[in-house]
């Protein structure tokens, strides 16, 4: 497989490997390789000059053999109908591994909404929402935020959703601000729930995590959440970057401070007692534990050789491409998918969508006690498939992902 394989062809191929692996029925394999469900909206607004702007809007519906479809919205303005469908099938497997009762879905706008101001973004959440709210709801389809959406714009969806129904559906949406019905602990979630997983594996692999030393490729919400939690169970975080370029200390970083100096400067290179380095620096630093959780295809067959580390847990989506998924494999680095790592977000999403249907409010400490259960059975399952049918951990989590969806159709069958 080339590496310039798009997001949808990798998924594609992960679906028929695992089907393959299953022995699946090739009518069964071919219902989960394409949507349930596509819509394309225009997306009209008038921007605050008073000129009428036309965005494209989509939302991707998989699979919901499971539950309500489940998945973020993206403002992006390459944002491609493959690019969604492959996130919303990635999504199903995810909510399945995960054992929580959500299929896969994604959605979004082709637009770069740092050009846009507030007020335009409001208004243009709001059309979109209104364009596809007879495909939404709490029991059909509940979104979240994604890439350049977030807490706010869920609010706005949330108060669009209620305001055509005509009373308060705080279910119709998660990731909302706890203002308004949102889950402690939701922000941090997905971050929190890698390191769950880092702490399972290095158990496996007799990794001491008291002072093993953690880097870390992107420092937003995911990777910034991780380093804390990171610190918290005694790890050093010795390397962190950000979109500008990277930093190392093999004393270890304080991430609370490396994201002020990031908010003040507008990068976390110059951060006082680290030496900058690149994005690529940080991917070979030698290290107990790397977490990649900036963008797809990082790890390549191109810098796989240069890799010092025993363990890569990914926390963003798609990090590692299927050649170099191999070359770590054949070199005995134990890699946890990002199917598996980061399913820590929509996780807490459930618990959030759980909170607002029974209109009660969990405390921090229960949302993040519910969330190591819920990861460190993920993670226990799809382990004990890999041994099972002597596979890599990616193999056994989409295994244990597609089956789950499959095993339910074949028990519903088809209507008529």
Known sequence: MSEEHTGLTIALA???????????????????????????????????????AVFNGMRIQHWDVLGPFKGGIRYYPELTSDEVTALAMLMTWKCAI???????????????????????????????IASIVEI????????????????????????????????????CVTGKPVEV???EGRTAATGRGVIHCVKEAAELLNINLKNGSVAI????????????????????????SDSTGGIYNPSGLTPAAVLTHKEQSGSVQGFPGSKDITNAEVLETKCDVLIPAALENQITCKNVDKLHTRLV???????????????????????????????????????????????????????NRKLETKMTKAFEDVFKLSQKEESDMRTAALMLGVGRVANAIKMLGLWP
């Open 14 to 52: 992960q679906l028929k490997l695992a089907s393959q692996r299953l022995g699946l029925n090739a009518g069964i394999h071919k219902m989960l390789s394409q949507p349930k469900r596509s819509l394309s909206v225009s997306v009209d607004i008038r921007l605050d000059n008073g000129a009428i």
């Open 98 to 128: 995960a054992d929580i009762p959500f299929g896969g879905a994604k959605g979004g706008v082709c637009v770069d909404s740092k050009k846009l101001s507030k007020h335009e973004l409001e208004r243009l959440t709001r059309r979109y």
């Open 136 to 171: 939404l709801g709490p029991h059909r389809d509940i979104p979240a935020p994604d890439m350049y959406t977030d807490a706010q714009t869920m609010a706005w969806i949330m108060d669009t959703y209620s305001q055509l129904k005509g009373y308060r559906i705080p279910e």
């Open 181 to 183: 019905g949102g889950s």
């Open 217 to 240: 490729q992107g420092f937003g919400n995911v990777g910034y959440h991780a380093a804390e939690a990171a610190t918290e169970i005694g790890c050093k975080v010795v390397a962190v």
């Open 313 to 367: 847990v990914e926390a963003a989506n798609g990090p590692t491409t299927p050649e170099a998924d191999k070359a770590l494999c054949e070199k005995g680095i134990c890699l946890v998918p990002d199917i598996l790592a980061n399913c820590g977000g929509v996780t807490v999403s459930y618990f959030e969508w759980v909170q607002n249907l029974t209109r009660e409010h969990w405390t921090l400490e229960e949302v």
